[in-house]
């Protein structure tokens, strides 16, 4: 017969209980006791930024703590990464290559910005960004060089498609024999990168080049710096997308709009997207696909509790719409054009306008954005870098889905907030998962 001590059966079930109590109260969407700081109707008490944290997201240490895995001695060759679009678009498609080359063992040459069908004008990595910082930077991550070798820098290099590859192997396996082979080649890195199969030295090169060394021109952020400084002080950077071709290439129906607004997204570029209509239309817009306008954006930071007093950065592109839905509610609204001399601002390129907005974002009190475009990926995850977390997206689906239920006026405000709450204190999205990991508060 085998006795049982029953003291050290309770206290393993007692422990066993208490594992089970936090990993409920962590996985659940709403855990009870997140929220003592604010009632569910809210009632303009606190705003966002007053409710409890459960996450956050910072720097992985395997990044910070090293290189991981010194340089071969020797080079499989160069690599040229050419980035097509906006600035960030540019910016991230670049960090992919970053950790493409370490990935090849190759030396990366300065990248080539495609700009001219994007913003018509020709400015290029060097205009934007401290060439002399990032290899210094990169030192021990990748090998970077401004010049070729001389029996290279007489040819083009020969160009190699990435659009389906994702992985450690597709690289190896379909990239890396081009490289051995013509020793310079050019690459469009896929936007469907999976940087999580990558080894951690090529994940840290990446993460190393886009957070720690792409830094402004000493010009630009003098004048970023500049911008910095004459928004009146604490203030929200919000990343409002309302364009005309952005409306267009949404395929949503804005019924309500003001007919300047309409013939701006008529003779905005489509292609062969048309908006979707009647019961498509309604499904679009509840999948979370349309761009709040003004209006609904001025609705939702009401919901979240924002004062209309608040001084708010607009980070956004020239030719934004009904932008009265907003400034009618919220009327201390800065903007590049207005804090920046004329002459200053027109002579700037699309890039560098951008690379302002960035800038400012990156340093604001808080930070709120409309869609999940580069920008605000950038951004956000450059903001927990600096551990900088206010920050938050807003969710159109959210919105589309409670509208949609007929809520209207002080219920829908309180389930605006019930939404927008969940994300914030959870942490959903603001941070990119292949350079930060999260940390339970």
């Not at 910070?64 to 060759?77: D, V």
């Not at 991550?141 to 659009?163: M, N, R, T």
Request: charged share 20%.
């Amino acid at each position: 017969m085998v006795l049982l001590s029953v003291k050290p059966l309770f206290s393993i079930l007692v422990f066993t209980l208490s594992l089970l109590l936090i990993l409920v109260l962590l996985s659940s969407p709403t855990p009870f006791f997140l929220y003592r700081t604010s009632s569910d109707s809210h009632a303009g008490e606190v705003d966002i930024w007053s409710v409890r944290r459960l996450v956050e997201w910072r720097p992985c240490k395997w990044w910070l703590q090293g290189h991981l895995t010194a340089l071969p001695l020797e080079t499989n060759g160069y690599i040229r990464v050419d980035c097509y679009g906006g600035l960030n678009q540019m910016r991230r498609d670049f960090c992919d290559g970053v950790g493409i080359a370490r990935l090849l063992n190759a030396t990366l040459v300065l990248p080539k910005f495609e700009v001219a069908s994007y913003w018509n004008e020709t400015s290029g990595f060097a205009d934007v960004y401290d060439v002399n910082y990032f290899i210094q930077q990169m030192n021990g991550f990748v090998k970077v060089v401004k010049q070729l070798p001389p029996e290279i820098a007489s040819k083009e290099p020969v160009p190699v498609d990435c659009s389906k590859r994702k992985g450690q192997f597709d690289y190896v396996e379909s990239v890396l024999p081009s490289l051995l082979e013509h020793k310079y080649i050019s690459i469009t890195p896929a936007m469907s990168q999976r940087r999580d199969r990558y080894p951690l030295y090529a994940k840290a090169s990446l993460c190393q080049a886009c957070y720690k060394a792409l830094r402004l021109t000493k010009s630009l952020e003098m004048k970023a710096s500049k911008l910095l400084e004459a928004i009146p002080k604490p203030f929200l950077s919000l990343h409002l997308r309302f364009e005309p071709d952005m409306v267009a290439y949404s395929q949503c129906e804005y019924p309500g709009l003001s007919p300047a607004s309409m013939k701006a997204i008529e003779a905005a570029p489509q292609g062969d997207r048309k908006p979707w209509t009647g019961e498509l239309a309604r499904i679009w817009r509840k999948r979370g696909k349309c761009p709040l306008t003004p209006n609904e954006t001025a609705l939702v930071l009401q919901a979240l509790s924002i004062p209309a007093s608040t001084n708010i950065y607009l980070a956004a592109g020239d030719g934004l719409m009904e932008i009265e839905g907003l400034t009618g509610i919220y009327t201390n609204v800065f903007t590049k054009s207005s804090l920046l001399s004329g002459e200053d601002f027109i002579s700037m390129h699309g890039n560098t306008k951008a690379a302002l907005d960035y800038y400012v974002s990156i340093n604001s009190d808080s930070y709120i954005a409309t869609y999940f475009g580069n920008m605000d990926k950038m951004v956000a995850a450059m903001r927990a870098f600096k551990g900088l977390h206010k920050t938050l997206f807003l969710s159109r689906r959210a919105f589309a889905e409670l509208t949609f239920q007929g809520l209207k006026d002080k219920e829908l405000m309180q389930a605006l907030w019930k939404a927008h709450r969940d994300d914030f204190a959870l942490g959903r999205g603001y941070a990119l998962p292949e350079c930060f990991c999260d940390f339970k508060l």
